[in-house]
């Protein structure tokens, strides 16, 4: 290749380099204005919550005023929240022949929410019952199941659980299944099996998006060639910024958008701040010892470990690390919008599912209205701001109902 003259080269690494090359920086008061009007104009749409089991374990109701939770009825209310997909988790650890028994039990606590707040809340299922709910006024409730392994190696069980909400399935949790490998274990399978790909096109048959979050790079891959349906990261972050083997590269991030995917950004402290994941990793080891220590006491007296206890032994280890500022999920929105485009990158928080580890200035919830500022204030347009805050996933999922429709009627 000929030499660039440097001057050249320097043009050109500036326009490739961030779109805040190419946006204009705002002041903070204009930049306030267009974060008021896109939310206005916004569904803010959150594609993972771990609430369900505070619900389920501990009678945690949405509506409570002073919870201590990231997601609650205010809060969302404060952040004109317009839909959540609430994580349907069971631990890799879970007795296996009780997790189809265990996410069900977390699907009711989420249905007996939504019975108990009529006003507020409505299960959806499709893209359109999210605008219809959303234009009632109320907060749209969707559900999605949190590891393959839930399914006890029985793919049927994705239609009963389709049936009962579910839109979503992570392929795997932080373990291999039988049919696919996790970026938390041990490549085994090298990326997914033939069953695996039988999963994915039974996912895309249904209408249930295939989420690659906590997937190994190579089913990543492997799921991107057998789907017919574009794939939704619920809750990652970009690897670029923080070297997690959660997070995506950029060449993950390219070939989602350019299936028409979605990453929906995390905003987990070790997934972030690569600071702060080395320091956590220097506590890991105790830290992980004493939540041992504790499940094993509980076991002993026929109890369990919940969330709020094991959060509270976490904080005593992570309480002198600093966390960064919240600015760093604008920084990794920013590097997925250059690397992947503005319509492929939207929300993913994880609230209630990190043990208390996110950014200074984003405790919960309703501290949105913050980011949103601060995106704006980076050059983000208000219709930029609509896709990243929900518009971008309704389109995923208007792509993935057609292709299940036109799937269902080539089969007939
Ligand atoms: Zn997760």
New binding site residues.
């Given amino acids: 290749m000929r030499k660039i003259q440097p001057l050249l080269a320097f043009a050109l690494v500036l326009t490739s380099v961030s779109p805040i090359f190419c946006r204009n920086q705002r002041p903070l008061a204009e930049a306030r204005v267009v974060a008021r009007r896109a939310l206005a104009r916004s569904i803010v749409i959150d594609t993972?919550a771990?609430t369900p089991q505070m619900m389920l374990d501990e009678g945690y109701d949405l509506a409570e005023t002073n919870s201590p939770y990231m997601i609650s009825l205010p809060k969302m209310r404060a952040a004109h929240w317009g839909a959540e997909f609430f994580?349907i988790?069971v631990d890799v650890d879970w007795p296996r022949q009780d997790l189809i028994h265990r996410a069900l039990d977390l699907i009711d606590a989420v249905d007996q929410q939504v019975a108990r707040h009529p006003d507020s809340l409505a299960l959806a299922g499709t893209a359109d019952d999210i605008e219809r709910i959303h234009r009632e006024g109320r907060i749209a409730v969707l559900m999605g199941l949190?590891g393959g392994h839930i399914l006890q190696d029985d793919p049927r069980m994705l239609d009963i659980f389709y049936r009962l909400g579910v839109r979503y399935m992570?392929l795997t949790?932080?373990r291999n299944t039988a049919w696919a490998d996790s970026s938390g274990d041990k490549p085994q399978h090298n990326g997914l099996t033939d069953v695996g790909r039988q999963v994915v096109e039974r996912m895309n048959r249904l209408g249930m998006i295939v989420d690659i979050?906590?997937v190994s790079d190579k089913t990543f891959y492997d799921a991107i060639a057998a789907s017919k349906a574009p794939l939704l990261a619920?809750?990652s972050s970009c690897r670029a910024l923080c070297n997690a083997p959660?997070d995506m590269s950029d060449d993950m991030i390219r070939t989602l958008a350019s299936h028409g995917g979605v990453i929906d950004i995390?905003y987990y402290n070790a997934f972030l701040d690569p600071a702060f994941a080395a320091a956590l990793q220097k506590v890991s080891g105790p830290m992980e010892a004493a939540v041992t220590a504790a499940r094993q006491k509980k076991t002993a007296q026929g109890q369990r470990l919940t969330y709020a206890e094991e959060t509270k032994i976490r904080m005593q280890f992570v309480a002198s690390i600093p966390p960064p500022s919240f600015t760093v999920i604008a920084d990794h929105i920013d590097h997925a919008v250059k690397v992947g485009g503005i319509d492929h990158v939207g929300l993913g928080s994880?609230f209630d599912?990190v043990d208390g580890m996110v950014p200074r200035g984003f405790a919960d919830c309703s501290k949105l209205p913050d980011l949103v500022v601060e995106l704006a204030r980076r050059g983000y347009s208000e219709a930029e701001l609509e896709k990243i805050l929900g518009g971008n996933v309704l389109r995923l999922m208007r792509q993935v109902e057609s292709t299940a429709h036109s799937m269902q009627v080539e089969k007939r």
């Fill in positions: 993972h771990d994580s988790w949190e992570t949790h932080t979050s906590h619920s809750h959660r995390n994880d599912g």
